[in-house]
C-alpha cells in the first residue's frame, strides 16, 4: 500500500468537493438572481458573483477556480504523486491559491457581500495547501529544504509575477481614476 494513499484520497476529496462548489458558482455567475446562499445583504454569492472582482480578463474567477480544482485533482490521482516536482507543484499551486484567497476576501469586504460557496471554496484551498506542504516536506530533506525551494525559484518567480499583475489588472481603476 502506498505511503501516503490517505492524504492523496482526502486531496482527491477536497479537489472534488472544490469543483462541486465551483461549478454552482459559475452557474450562479452566469444566471445570477438568487442564490441557495444568498442569504441576506451582507451574506449574498450572487452580489459577490455579480462584483467588478468576479472576472478576470472576461473570464469569471469562478471558471479559474473550476480549472485550479482539476489541476490538484489531476496531480492528486497521478501515477507520480510522490515525484518531488509534483509536490513541489502542489506547493505552488496552494501558495497561489492562498494568495487568492486573501485578495478575494479583500473584494468581499469591499463588495460588503460575504459569499458562502466562496468561503467554502476558500476553506479547501488552504486545506490542500496544508496536506501539500505537509507531503513536501516529509518526502524532502529538512536539512537541505531550502536548496529544493531555490531550485524551484523560477516557478515561484513566475506565480510571484502572476499575482502582481493580477493584483494590478483588479485595482488599476483606483489608482489612475
Not at 67 to 90: C, D, H, I, N, P
Not at 116 to 144: M, P, Q
Amino acid at each position: 500500500m502506498e505511503k501516503y494513499y490517505k492524504f492523496r484520497i482526502i486531496l482527491i476529496i477536497l479537489s472534488v468537493l472544490g469543483s462541486l462548489v465551483s461549478t454552482y458558482l459559475i452557474f450562479n455567475h452566469f444566471n445570477g438572481g438568487n442564490s441557495v446562499c444568498d442569504i441576506s445583504k451582507t451574506i449574498s454569492c450572487s452580489t459577490a458573483n455579480g462584483s467588478v472582482y468576479s472576472v478576470f480578463l472576461g473570464i469569471p474567477v469562478s471558471i479559474l477556480g473550476l480549472l485550479w480544482f482539476l489541476m490538484v485533482l489531476y496531480f492528486a490521482t497521478g501515477l507520480q504523486f510522490r515525484a518531488r516536482r509534483v509536490l513541489s507543484l502542489l506547493v505552488g499551486s496552494g501558495i497561489l491559491g492562498f494568495i487568492s484567497i486573501v485578495y478575494f476576501i479583500h473584494a468581499e469586504i469591499s463588495v460588503g457581500a460575504l459569499c458562502l460557496g466562496c468561503s467554502v471554496a476558500h476553506v479547501l484551498i488552504f486545506a490542500t495547501l496544508l496536506i501539500s506542504l505537509y507531503l513536501y516536506f516529509k518526502e524532502t530533506d529538512h536539512e537541505k529544504w531550502w536548496l529544493s525551494v531555490h531550485q524551484e525559484r523560477m516557478f515561484i518567480l513566475l506565480v510571484a509575477l502572476l499575482v502582481l499583475i493580477l493584483f494590478v489588472t483588479f485595482n488599476w481603476k483606483f489608482w489612475f481614476l
